[in-house]
């Protein structure tokens, strides 16, 4: 059974980058038709989509965070990567990975098949704060 | 920032039927799959429903999701304690090159 756990410093000073890794276990991250996601929750509040990467390098930001992020996968080691420039307090918040499902999104014939997109395993969720 | 809307709040007493709408546009709900997660309080979400209606197995049939036009609603039907949690819609949402939203979110609460 996949496992996902994320792992950085739990303290950013402003204006420098938060980085954080996503470590997966019990299975390889180049297997399978995935996206390796990241996902943050400010305390209290609701959750907001950061960005995903494949291993085949095709990836996709949330448009409001898109100029200050990146998103690597290293199979090697079987993780997968968020860094976030210029942080603000804003950007506190409890960070989690996931893997995600992705497929569809194209006719065959006189049949079309609907794209889909979800996370299926979660991690734990670390938790940044961004302060001086 | 959330482009799919949700009541922040809904609640019931044990065994009565609840429902949470979702509304979003054409661009995400109108045009993709709707999906809902599961959050219990201190914990990660996990995912309750895909593909508008589909239950990953382990999810109880009390869940189900639906979808019509540009909205989508979750019911959960013989409201348990342990359901109380918060719960969010999420969509692929065709605009800006592609980029995945959820919803606001709603707590239930059981009375």
């Known amino acids: 059974q996949v496992q996902l756990q994320e792992s950085g410093p739990g303290l950013v000073k402003p204006s420098q980058t938060l980085s954080l890794t996503c470590t997966v276990s019990?299975?390889?991250?180049?297997?399978?038709?995935?996206?390796w996601s990241w996902i943050r929750q400010p305390a209290g509040k609701g959750l907001e989509w950061i960005g995903r990467?494949?291993?085949?390098?095709?990836?996709n930001y949330n448009p409001s965070l898109k100029s200050r992020i990146t998103i690597s996968v290293d199979t090697s080691k079987n993780q997968f990567s968020l860094k976030l420039s210029s942080v603000t307090a804003a950007d506190t918040a409890v960070y989690y990975c996931?893997?995600?499902?992705?497929?569809?999104?194209?006719?065959?014939?006189?049949?079309?098949?609907?794209?889909?997109?979800?996370?299926?395993?979660w991690g734990k969720g670390t938790t940044v704060t961004v302060s001086s | 920032q959330s482009v799919l809307t949700q009541p922040p709040s809904a609640s019931g007493t044990p065994g009565q039927r609840v429902t949470i709408s979702c509304s979003g546009s054409?661009?995400?709900?109108?045009?993709?799959?709707v999906y809902w997660y599961q959050q219990l309080p201190g914990t990660a979400p996990k995912l309750l429903i895909y593909?508008?209606?589909q239950r990953p197995s382990g999810v109880p049939d009390r869940f189900s999701g639906s979808k019509s036009g540009t909205s989508a609603s979750l019911a959960i039907s013989g409201l348990r304690s342990e359901d109380e949690a918060d719960y969010y819609c999420?969509?692929?949402?065709?605009?800006?090159?592609?980029?995945?939203?959820f919803g606001t979110g709603t707590k239930v609460t059981v009375l």
């Open positions: 996931a893997r995600a499902i992705e497929g569809g999104g194209y006719c065959s014939g006189s049949s079309c098949f609907y794209y889909y997109y979800y996370m299926d395993v």
């Open positions: 593909r508008n209606n």
């Open positions: 019990g299975g390889s991250i180049s297997s399978g038709s995935y996206y």
């Open positions: 999420a969509a692929w949402d065709d605009s800006l090159r592609g980029y995945y939203v």
């Open positions: 990467m494949s291993t085949s390098g095709s990836t």
């Open positions: 054409s661009s995400n709900i109108g045009t993709n799959y």
